[in-house]
């Protein structure tokens, strides 16, 4: 295949490059878009695509410091899978996470992959701005703007691509260095490049718009959060990283707006208190010291005239207090909340959390049981309470919690690492090795993954008669994928 050969011919920084253009490029689309035709699978294979996101994703969670409190990753996860599920390409598997960086950006890979900065979150103001820049990203991938990308940039000489993707290698790291680099590369590419990308995002603005709006967000969302970034960098020294990698223009922001006009003005919105209950939680975490966050929280209490919600301030001054290991400040507060919000998940799991980190086991142990009679299935519920069972030694609780959400829930990767734990602390070495192996396999170690079940066949204590039979089909399965990603010059 023509991708193929090009990735032969790249080193594999420049290939990182390559997974790297999507956080620049993105699409042009009308709400009635042409028939194109799909010329984007001459280049990107929609299975090379998915490997390709996945290769991303790994290069990321080693790189990049990637949010792993399972209550945010749940949340992002609901936004984006409501978003998808409007889309006219619902088919396309997403990724969504949240990456620990101040700065306001977001970005979208081949394969489904989109990523938030928290930056992003708290500087929202509203659930449908969140919502409108991850329509947005998501619009990235289910136009195949990287293939497209892709197929462009195949017209070029390899020497040009070659330049262009080590540009945005160095950009990736240093945006000054980068945007030197990028100049040296020969001014015809470069434009040609530009402009494909100027599209793009447009494309990118009218299919997110078009989501906000099926999915019941306000669509203005998206226009208010970008109006926002250009009118605040104007009085920056540096514009926000989202302005760089998603460059805005007034006719951009003017057509979005228009948009927003031309609908019906009686419409209803439908958001979440829970978006509140996030981005308090990412802000307290952003404050340099609990001291200031506790000073920022009460100091807005204290005045009485408070925009936001009195109870996500309080939960803010809660989580303040809690980081500050003034626990019994931050219990008093959350009890003071729960009183009148007694089923409240964001407030009973900080209540949890309070008793965990001071060593009450069996208090925390109780809030969760009560919790999961009301919320049997809640991702971060479980993975919280598994969490707990095992700071206080007693794994064999904590498998058997995991694996009852196992039988009607997709594993994750936070799953398969709990799980593990679990399995290795009870005593049970193969079903821990199994897990293990899982674990491997969805961070993208195939090869991994197989190593680790290949030396379970030998291990001492041996797996019994089923252990094995599940150790070798598991192998046969591993093996196929990794026979595919070495043809995909990905293993």
């Given amino acids: 295949m023509v991708h193929n050969k090009l990735m032969q011919r790249l080193p594999g920084q420049l290939i990182f490059c390559l997974l790297l253009i999507s956080a620049t490029v993105s699409a042009v689309t009308t709400l009635d878009l042409p028939d194109i035709g799909e010329s984007t699978g001459s280049i990107l294979s929609p299975e090379y695509e998915r490997r390709l996101g996945q290769a991303f994703l790994n290069q990321i969670r080693r790189q990049t410091d990637i949010i792993g409190d399972p209550e945010v990753e749940t949340y992002i996860q609901s936004i984006g899978y409501r978003l998808v599920a409007q889309s006219d390409n619902s088919s396309q598997l997403f990724t969504f996470f949240v990456v620990n960086d101040n700065a306001i950006n977001a970005f979208a890979a081949p394969g489904g992959i989109v990523g938030i900065n928290t930056g992003t979150i708290t500087s929202s103001e509203s659930e449908s701005e969140l919502a409108g820049v991850i329509a947005h990203e998501i619009a990235h991938v289910t136009q195949h703007h990287m293939a497209r990308s892709a197929e462009m940039t195949q017209k070029m000489s390899i020497p040009i691509m070659a ?43 009218r299919i997110g718009m078009q989501l906000l709006q099926r999915s019941d967000f306000d669509p203005n969302g998206m226009p208010a959060f970008f109006t926002k970034l250009q009118r605040n960098s104007t009085y920056a020294s540096q514009a926000p990283e989202f302005l760089r990698t998603h460059p805005l223009t007034v006719n951009r922001i003017s057509d979005s707006q228009a948009r927003v006009n031309d609908l019906p003005k009686n419409l209803t919105y439908n958001e979440s208190q829970t978006y509140q209950f996030i981005r308090t939680k990412l802000l307290v975490r952003s404050y340099k010291s609990p001291l200031d966050a506790i000073k920022y929280y009460q100091g807005i209490l204290d005045q009485g005239e408070f925009r936001d919600d009195v109870v996500t301030l309080k939960y803010g001054l809660a989580l303040a207090q809690m980081e500050n290991k003034d626990y019994a400040k931050a219990a008093s507060i959350l009890d003071e909340l729960l009183v009148k919000n007694g089923e409240n998940l964001s407030l009973l799991l900080a209540r949890a959390d309070v008793e965990v980190r001071q060593a009450n086991y069996d208090a925390a142990v109780k809030i969760y049981k009560d919790m999961i009679n009301i919320y049997p299935d809640y991702r971060p519920l479980i993975l919280s309470y598994a969490n707990t069972l095992l700071t206080a030694k007693r794994p064999a609780e904590a498998k058997v919690v995991l694996e009852n959400y196992g039988k009607y829930n997709t594993p994750d990767i936070t799953y398969y690492n709990y799980l593990t734990r679990a399995e290795a602390e009870a005593g049970n070495s193969v079903e821990a090795g199994m897990a293990n192996a899982e674990y491997y396999f969805l961070t993208g170690e195939t090869r991994v993954a197989i190593e680790q079940l290949k030396s379970l066949l030998m291990s001492q204590p041996r797996p019994d008669y089923y252990q094995e039979e599940r150790i070798l089909s598991r192998i046969n399965q591993l093996e196929l994928e990794l026979k595919m990603e070495r043809d995909l010059n990905l293993g």
């Fill in 163 to 205: 330049a262009m993707l080590g540009a945005i290698l160095i950009a990736s790291q240093n945006p000054d260095a980068g945007a030197a680099a990028m100049m040296a590369v020969q001014g015809g590419a470069a434009q040609a490049q530009i402009n494909f990308t100027r599209g793009n995002e447009e494309e990118a603005d």
